[in-house]
């Protein structure tokens, strides 16, 4: 079970909002670096400034209106005829950068290994680069769990929001990233897996 799989729902509330955005001529690839501009903006600051913790806050908000945006650019490039090859390789590159960008912060927090969070960035980097090579061998993009990009948001924005409001997470962070880069591994086996079991090509 993954966050992913919410994603047909959340994209039924979002349609009325993008066809106004394709009415008002946004196209998606904007808002795909529009996001990503964003995303990384937030991460400097954040990781700039880490003795200001309440700024963590915003880390919540944006994973939630980033989520937003990532449905809404797929949306207008699949239903209003914006698909192109640019469009696919900024929907990719944007999205490993930007939780990068996001994922940064943490590693500067008191208590926080700045190793561990390293390894998460780079695992979660694997890990996409997993899913998308599923189209290579015969499969499709791989979304598969149980930590993809939408639970790896619901993840670091809880813990985000624990910050934010000051409750103490020094001594929990090392466990908790170390499960994090536990399941983020298990996710790249999965989707290697999948894509495998699924794909056409041996």
């Known amino acids: 079970m993954s966050v992913y799989e919410l994603k047909p729902r959340f994209q039924s509330l979002l349609r009325p909002l993008t066809a106004r955005l394709h009415a008002a001529g946004a196209t998606a690839n904007q808002v795909t670096v529009f996001a990503c501009v964003v995303s990384v903006a937030l991460g400097i600051l954040l990781t700039a400034l880490p003795g200001r913790p309440e700024l963590f806050l915003l880390i919540p908000v944006w994973l939630f209106l980033r989520m937003a945006f990532n449905a809404i650019d797929g949306m207008l490039a699949r239903e209003f005829g914006q698909k192109s090859r640019l469009g696919a390789y900024l929907n990719e590159l944007t999205d490993v950068l930007s939780d990068a960008a996001l994922y940064l912060p943490f590693a500067v927090l008191p208590g926080s290994s700045p190793w561990l969070v390293g390894i998460i960035i780079v695992l979660s980097i694997v890990s996409e680069m997993a899913g998308v090579l599923g189209a290579t061998v015969g499969s499709t993009r791989r979304y598969d769990g149980p930590m993809g990009k939408s639970d790896r948001a619901f993840v ?47």
């Open 156 to 202: 670091f924005g809880l813990i985000a929001l624990l910050v934010g409001l000051d409750v103490p997470m020094a001594t929990a962070f090392d466990w908790i990233w170390a499960a994090v880069a536990v399941l983020v591994l298990a996710t790249i086996v999965n989707r290697v897996q999948k894509g495998l079991a699924t794909g056409g090509n041996p």
